[in-house]
T-cell receptor, first 112, second 114 residues
């Protein structure tokens, strides 16, 4: 499976934008880019996903580089509730594999 | 719709015992996946069931097994427990029809092996 690289931790202030980077230089043309997050003492939850174009939803935006070798999850106004571990995951669609392959993720701390 | 539920939420067992964990997926979802989360190894995929058949399997020993019932509920069994099996066990459900589909996770069962 193609690998992703994320910073171990990041800090943000409340109500400021947060840009969480992810490198995936070995991504293949059929891999979707998914982001999940895991709040303390909870299971992971889906945030957003995309293939080539930038995507927006009520939780976040996903900016995908033109060569698809990196992407950035954008939280427009961080709240204390956004403190979590954020996982960038590649999902292949040309194999039988359906499992999510989690890396170590980025631990986001939000300061009041 | 109700979310994914897992029972029990907490469990304490001793080495050598066996344990069964249960997962009820979101209504209409036919795929259930199980993951193990430990501080050392992070989140690792155990197996996936779809329509009562194991469709994918991770790299875990045969002591870890599972099954799925006709109503899509799933159970995971660990036999001959070892200290290293202490972990948070998560299940996730999805419709099961598209490879890029979202997985919805339950709150997990925290297992402590003494």
């Amino acid at each position: 499976d193609a690998k992703t690289t994320q910073p171990n931790s990041m800090e943000s202030n409340e109500e400021e934008p947060v840009h969480l980077p992810c490198n995936h230089s070995t991504i293949s043309g059929t891999d979707y880019i998914h982001w999940y997050r895991q709040l303390p003492s909870q299971g992971p939850e889906y945030v957003i996903h995309g293939l080539t174009s930038n995507v927006n939803n009520r939780m976040a935006s996903l900016a995908i580089a033109e060569d698809r070798k990196s992407s950035t999850l954008i939280l427009h106004r961080a709240t204390l509730r956004d403190a979590a571990v954020y996982y960038c995951i590649l999902r292949p669609t040309d194999t039988g594999r359906r499992a999510l392959t989690f890396g170590s993720g980025t631990r986001l701390q939000v300061q009041p | 719709k109700a979310g994914v539920t897992q029972t029990p939420r907490y469990l304490i067992k001793t080495r050598g015992q066996q344990v069964t964990l249960s997962c009820s997926p979101i209504s209409g979802h036919r795929s259930v996946s199980w993951y193990q989360q430990t501080p050392g190894q992070g989140l690792q995929f155990l197996f996936e069931y779809f329509s009562e058949t194991q469709r994918n399997k991770g790299n875990f020993p045969g002591r870890f097994s599972g099954r799925q019932f006709s109503n899509s509920r799933s159970e995971m069994n660990v036999s001959t427990l070892e200290l290293g099996d202490s972990a948070l066990y998560l299940c996730a459900s999805s419709p099961g029809t598209q490879k890029k589909e979202t997985q919805y996770f339950g709150p997990g069962t925290r297992l402590l092996v003494l």
